[in-house]
């Protein structure tokens, strides 16, 4: 009964923010501070967190708020800069010549340039730029956010060139005395054992990734379409399908034989050649071309206050020239990731370390330069070079990008340490485990053998309330793995049950939702959008525990 009352709760301020945000529709301005407020009180009261760890998780949330709005920031600035100089004029004219159709053009922007953002940088990147790239070309700014956050599930996975396996996972497991034990009586090295994970992770969540595509698409006609159709999303199954296994396929033969470091990288670079001469090509797609309504009959809340004035294509402007900006972002982010060039070392060379805030265990550490708003940044001055932009309009354009994150930065405020404070709660005088552990100790007693069901939910929650699928791991893995050897079953494939549904919560994590809604002005949507992509996350997360529970007590694969 006292543990049913602590998971309880520890559940409260993730009610919190679902009553407010989804069933009463409140902004995440008015929610997130309220939802920090409670969680706060939980903590001080009933976990008995002291207060100088409170503050230092606040402090430790605001830091890590300032980071994510610079990479917005960047990411907005560079597309004011390409509208000014004509590049997305012309940009919207090339892709039209690949297909005019609104969910091809989707599936090549979202899922597999998308992807290739995720695979190169993570930290929010793909919603970030492809967002306001999909309002410049003619889609609503609610339609766009809500595909950006569906699509960027499958490659988060292994996204920011492998960190929330290499650094999440990793950091989980490695030197844990039920870990090392287990391993041990295997026979084999962790490393080798770590290895078993990835390949678990790419194979499985190949599978299910797949149909994410599909499930995109569908939303979009659903809530968008001028019928409100479902079938207008699936008339398009088999391109999208085709689309689906164009990334998956590549991103899961990479992790069995390079590792957890570039699959969604190459996924979305191999699957974007593939996809983009198929849809040329007019290959499995369908022969009726489907648009939005016009503007004027678009509804209440589908766009933002950024209303994008596309200027006509410039003379000189041709469409290498107009895409060179987002090769560079995709290549300098590649390069600064690779270890063995000197870029990541230059770029980390900028550190700012606090060690032990007031007095607390906590640390804040924050490398500025290696932000992915850096790259942006460093692209938008290259663009001004190339593409000749007007010194006035380089200006302009800096000027309604902070314009557009003026609530944003509230909002931020809030939802990041409220997540640290629920996070760092472990930190207390109560012997109570963190409440995500809280929370996890409750599901698991109540799932038994039937725990791979339960697991990917595990991991999505973790997303949900950090805002990122490497916190969530390096807050589960062990848990995970700790039930798998409890009820002896496969702790591999249960991990990879873990990372599957830490992806699969970057859909509904409030502080990507927030942070991709700023890059097209969408203020008060946040509810909705949790709403409306909550189908392909429950699909998602059920869908992996089906499957790990087949994979487990069906072909006994450990």
């Given at each position: 009964?006292?543990?049913?009352?602590?998971?309880?709760?520890?559940?409260?301020?993730?009610?919190?923010?679902?009553?407010?945000?989804?069933?009463?529709?409140?902004?995440?301005?008015?929610?997130?501070?309220?939802?920090?407020?409670?969680?706060?009180?939980?903590?001080?009261?009933?976990?008995?967190?002291?207060?100088?760890?409170?503050?230092?998780?606040?402090?430790?949330?605001?830091?890590?708020?300032?980071?994510?709005?610079?990479?917005?920031?960047?990411?907005?600035?560079?597309?004011?800069?390409?509208?000014?100089?004509?590049?997305?004029?012309?940009?919207?004219?090339?892709?039209?010549?690949i297909?005019?159709?609104?969910?091809?053009?989707?599936?090549?922007?979202?899922?597999?340039?998308?992807?290739?953002?995720?695979?190169?940088?993570?930290?929010?990147?793909?919603?970030?730029?492809?967002?306001?790239?999909?309002?410049?070309?003619?889609?609503?700014?609610?339609?766009?956010?809500?595909?950006?956050?569906?699509?960027?599930?499958?490659?988060?996975?292994?996204?920011?060139?492998?960190i929330?396996?290499?650094?999440?996972?990793?950091?989980?497991?490695?030197?844990?005395?039920?870990?090392?034990?287990y391993v041990?009586?295997l026979?084999?090295?962790?490393?080798e054992?770590?290895?078993?994970?990835?390949?678990?992770?790419?194979?499985?969540?190949?599978?299910?990734?797949?149909?994410?595509?599909?499930?995109?698409?569908?939303?979009?006609?659903?809530?968008?379409?001028?019928?409100?159709?479902?079938?207008?999303?699936?008339?398009?199954?088999?391109?999208?399908?085709?689309?689906?296994?164009?990334?998956?396929i590549?991103?899961?033969?990479?992790?069995?034989?390079?590792?957890?470091?570039?699959?969604?990288?190459?996924?979305?670079?191999?699957?974007?050649?593939?996809?983009?001469?198929?849809?040329?090509?007019?290959?499995?797609?369908?022969k009726?071309?489907?648009?939005?309504?016009?503007?004027?009959?678009?509804?209440?809340?589908?766009?933002?206050?950024?209303?994008?004035v596309i200027?006509?294509?410039?003379?000189?402007?041709?469409?290498?020239?107009?895409?060179?900006?987002?090769?560079?972002?995709?290549?300098?982010?590649?390069?600064?990731?690779?270890?063995?060039?000197?870029?990541?070392?230059?770029?980390?060379?900028?550190?700012?370390?606090?060690?032990?805030v007031?007095?607390?265990?906590?640390?804040?550490?924050?490398?500025?330069l290696?932000?992915?708003?850096?790259?942006?940044?460093?692209?938008?001055?290259?663009?001004?070079?190339?593409?000749?932009?007007?010194?006035?309009?380089?200006?302009?354009?800096?000027?309604?990008?902070?314009?557009?994150?003026?609530?944003?930065?509230?909002?931020?405020?809030?939802?990041?340490?409220?997540?640290?404070?629920?996070?760092?709660?472990?930190?207390?005088?109560?012997?109570?485990?963190?409440?995500?552990?809280?929370?996890?100790?409750?599901?698991?007693?109540?799932?038994?053998?039937?725990?791979?069901?339960?697991?990917?939910?595990?991991?999505?929650?973790?997303?949900?309330?950090?805002?990122?699928?490497?916190?969530?791991?390096?807050?589960?893995?062990?848990?995970?793995?700790?039930?798998?050897?409890?009820?002896?079953?496969?702790?591999?494939?249960?991990?990879?049950?873990?990372?599957?549904?830490?992806?699969?919560?970057?859909?509904?994590?409030?502080?990507?939702?927030?942070?991709?809604?700023?890059?097209?002005?969408?203020?008060g949507?946040?509810?909705?959008?949790?709403?409306r992509?909550?189908?392909?996350?429950?699909?998602?997360?059920?869908?992996a525990?089906?499957?790990?529970?087949?994979?487990?007590?069906g072909?006994?694969?450990?």
């Amino acid at each position: 009964m006292k543990l049913l009352l602590y998971y309880l709760l520890a559940l409260a301020p993730i009610i919190t923010v679902f009553l407010l945000l989804v069933i009463a529709r409140r902004p995440a301005k008015q929610a997130m501070p309220v939802a920090y407020l409670v969680t706060s009180a939980i903590a001080l009261l009933i976990w008995q967190v002291p207060l100088n760890v409170l503050a230092a998780s606040t402090l430790e949330g605001l830091v890590m708020a300032a980071e994510i709005l610079y990479i917005v920031f960047g990411a907005i600035l560079l597309l004011n800069v390409l509208k000014e100089s004509g590049a997305i004029a012309t940009i919207r004219r090339g892709l039209l010549g690949i297909s005019p159709d609104r969910r091809i053009q989707a599936i090549i922007i979202v899922w597999l340039f998308g992807s290739f953002l995720e695979g190169a940088s993570g930290f929010g990147t793909p919603a970030a730029v492809c967002s306001p790239l999909l309002v410049a070309l003619g889609f609503p700014a609610l339609a766009a956010v809500m595909i950006a956050l569906i699509a960027n599930s499958t490659a988060v996975v292994f996204g920011a060139v492998g960190i929330p396996v290499l650094l999440g996972i990793n950091a989980g497991l490695e030197g844990s005395p039920i870990v090392d034990n287990y391993v041990a009586a295997l026979g084999i090295p962790f490393t080798e054992y770590f290895e078993h994970i990835v390949i678990r992770i790419g194979v499985l969540n190949s599978i299910v990734g797949t149909l994410i595509p599909l499930f995109m698409v569908a939303c979009l006609t659903r809530y968008f379409g001028e019928s409100k159709s479902w079938k207008e999303g699936l008339a398009v199954w088999q391109f999208a399908l085709f689309a689906g296994l164009a990334f998956t396929i590549p991103s899961s033969l990479t992790a069995v034989f390079l590792g957890a470091e570039f699959p969604s990288l190459i996924g979305g670079l191999v699957g974007l050649a593939i996809v983009i001469l198929a849809a040329q090509r007019r290959f499995l797609t369908p022969k009726q071309t489907w648009d939005f309504p016009p503007t004027e009959a678009w509804e209440d809340g589908w766009m933002g206050s950024f209303k994008p004035v596309i200027n006509h294509a410039v003379q000189g402007m041709n469409l290498f020239k107009a895409w060179i900006p987002y090769v560079l972002v995709g290549l300098f982010l590649v390069l600064s990731r690779i270890t063995f060039l000197p870029f990541q070392g230059l770029l980390k060379g900028l550190k700012f370390n606090w060690f032990k805030v007031l007095g607390t265990e906590i640390a804040i550490n924050s490398e500025p330069l290696y932000l992915p708003g850096t790259v942006f940044i460093l692209v938008v001055i290259v663009t001004y070079f190339v593409h000749r932009v007007k010194t006035n309009a380089l200006k302009q354009a800096t000027i309604d990008a902070v314009q557009t994150l003026t609530g944003t930065a509230i909002v931020l405020a809030a939802v990041v340490p409220m997540a640290r404070v629920f996070i760092n709660s472990g930190f207390n005088e109560s012997g109570l485990a963190s409440m995500p552990l809280t929370l996890a100790d409750g599901v698991s007693n109540l799932a038994g053998q039937s725990w791979p069901l339960f697991a990917p939910t595990i991991g999505a929650m973790g997303s949900f309330v950090a805002g990122s699928a490497t916190v969530s791991n390096m807050m589960f893995s062990l848990f995970q793995f700790g039930v798998a050897v409890e009820i002896d079953i496969s702790g591999a494939v249960v991990v990879a049950l873990q990372a599957m549904g830490g992806a699969a919560g970057n859909m509904i994590c409030v502080t990507n939702v927030v942070a991709a809604s700023a890059t097209v002005g969408l203020i008060g949507c946040e509810g909705l959008l949790i709403l409306r992509v909550f189908l392909p996350l429950v699909y998602y997360v059920v869908g992996a525990g089906i499957l790990g529970l087949i994979v487990i007590y069906g072909l006994g694969i450990s």
